[in-house]
């Protein structure tokens, strides 16, 4: 029965309801022509003596199954389950991402513990978002739960992801490398000719070759199996690790840091105890104990700025001139500059920034100085623009004897200009014409109401502004070495000459920098050993063929796509074929179609057309009976071709005798 035919009365079937569910018992069972008779008589008896198998048989919709009921997970089941999630790649590289975001406010929102004043003016501004960034705990972003929490999850994702896959790693380099697969014609770099060496010799030969390349070799059989490549998975694992370390110096930093900032004026000096600091922070962990014993001195600051261009104003030299001592040792001179702090005693003094501090001398209505000190100012702007405040809290009288507290505004420019403008300002940050403004306030300073003051600010709540006979504000502009004289006695100011220069230190003590700096660096050398580095597997085989001549196949597989396998095995292949060079060729039967004497090394397409002079007899013996026999040689070219190489198998690709063709 033809195709067509039997196709025809599948389709006659399927038209008829009754017999739809029938199993076909003619020319598909064997039974001939005959058979197909009986059908409708013997449908119902043959359905239930089929039974089960029957209902598998029929075309109709099959049945829904029963649910699966499968067994409760359990605390302990779901303990694991919990903790393959966590130790997984993707819950890490979540967390990962989780922690990133959650550092955004940490840098946008002012922090309690980097500037408690910004905090207090931002929460000034902002009554409405206040109440929401304080139940967040977005004022401390760095020791709140829910940051704590990504943390810790993070850390205990990444410990256990290292731990097995550090013993798995461990594992693999006690192993040897496997021993090389029963068809090397498979892989992706392969390469093959016959040699008269023998096959020890070849082997001997690859050993050495593949040592002298850093390969792990090993003779395994007929063949020699080498890897190479561990470097990748090592520059893995350090990459993880280096992450751990990073997390603990961070950790180590917050918990037993403290920084605090200190302003000193040339000729004075600083002392590492908690008294001194202007502004201090610490971690929770940290105990004043733990400070530095260590002090230095402000022997001069030095700072030059670009003159002319449009660099103008940059400055070109920053430095500050100090002498310090360690745990009461001797004075040790020292330069600091940006960048480039000064260590002492397991601190580091960073020099941050610098202004001006004129000398002001004021005297009261005797002439009896009451206070004579360099006020440093604060800068406002790139060309050192600053203000500030002289404060004379005791030891002020008026003319007539009355104690009284005195409250001085000061404005300077170390650059002056403006002149006939009606304004002041700075147009170069270097003392080139140095103007200090001066006005005076006289009342209660209010120092003594328990609220802290801005020593750059003036509170004038209780104080009146001293004023001219037409009742207007006096104010003056003052050149170095001139006096302004309050009215009825009150007394005068005076801007010295001399004007000095002060710096802003940074003192820093963070155990954990250390430890962050080499993780930062490892992790660099493993994330590029594991992206550069590619694991790559060598077999060398040699075996006698048929013939006595020794055949000698190599192939190559890398753990990665890698470009540079086919190129490697090529400088292996040459570096063996000069060892073991290619037979002569021998003389071939008449009838015989010629064999080439060596192959070259593919990657990915199969051994090339007559790649192989091993194979050479048997492709001449099935060529002389294909002559005799087509369809045996059909079948054996199916047989010969390996499955998964794209052709069909042997069942598939020759028909059975017998069948309508």
Known sequence: MSNTEQTGRRAERADRPEQADRPESGADSGAGPGAESGTGSTGAAGESSLGAAGERLSTGPAQDPEPATLPALGLVGWIRWFWRQLTSMRVALILLFLLSLGAIPGSLIPQNGVDETKVSAFKEAHETLTPIYEKLQLFDVYSSVWFSAIYILLFVSLIGCIVPRTHQFVGQLRSRPPGAPRRLTRLPAYATWRTEATPAQVREAGLKLLRKRRFRVHAAGDAVAAEKGYLREFGNLLFHISLIVMLLAFAAGQLFRAEGGKLVVEGDGFANTLSQYDDFRSGSLFALDDLGHFSFELRRFTGTYEATGPQRGTPRTFEAEVTY?????????????????????????????????PVVTVRDGKGKIVSQEAVPLLPLDANVTSQGVVKVKDGYRDKNGKRDQLGIPLFFVPTFAGEGQGEMFSVFPALVDPRLSVSAYHGDLRADSGVPQNVYQLDTSKMKQFKDERGEILKKQLKPGE????????????????????????????????????????????????????????WVRAVEGPDGVTVVETAGLGRGESAKLPEELAELVAALHSVAP????????????????????????????????????????D????????????????ARTPAGDGAEPADQAVPSEGASQ
Do not use: C, M
Not at 507 to 533: K, Y
Not at 592 to 613: L, M, N
Not at 623 to 638: H, I, L, Q, T, Y
């Open 325 to 357: 001592a360690e745990n009461g040792g001797p004075d040790k001179e020292a330069v600091i500059r940006v960048n480039e702090p000064l260590r002492v005693a397991g601190a580091r003094v960073y020099l941050i920034e610098h202004g001006y501090a």
């Open 483 to 538: 006096t302004f004289t309050l009215p009825d006695g009150a007394g005068s100011i005076t801007f010295e000459k001399e004007i000095k220069e002060w710096a802003s230190f940074q003192i820093s003590q963070q155990p954990g920098n250390g430890w962050a700096l080499a993780g930062a660096v490892a992790a660099i050398l493993g994330l590029t050993a594991s992206l550069f580095i590619q694991r790559r597997r060598v």
């Open 582 to 621: 290619t037979a002569p060729t021998a003389p071939a039967a008449p009838d015989a179609p010629d064999a080439p004497a060596e192959s070259a090394v593919r990657e990915d397409d199969g051994p090339a057309d007559g790649a192989a002079e091993a194979r050479a007899d048997g492709d001449r013996a």
């Open 623 to 638: 060529g002389a009976r294909a002559a005799d026999d087509p369809a045996a040689e059909k079948r054996d070219a199916a």
